[in-house]
């Protein structure tokens, strides 16, 4: 599991994008991180855990699509 140190005013989802592109992952990020569940603000300096997760594919669409 890698770290991620936050800056003045990152927030849970902009966080997801910086590391993976995208926010959809900021529920793997809050739940890598349970003690830090009650931030919307981060403070510069507050250090994360980043979770290895599986990036799915958003260009592959379901076939009802």
């Known amino acids: 599991m890698s770290e991620y140190t936050t800056i003045q005013g990152d927030t849970w989802d902009l966080i997801s994008f910086k590391i993976w592109e995208n926010e959809f992952y900021t529920s793997d990020l809050i739940k890598a991180n349970p003690?830090?569940?009650n931030i919307v603000f981060f403070?510069?300096?507050t250090v994360l855990n980043i979770p290895e997760i599986e990036i799915i594919d958003e260009t592959v669409k379901p076939p009802w699509a």
């Open 43 to 45: 403070n510069a300096g």
């Open 35 to 37: 003690e830090y569940n």
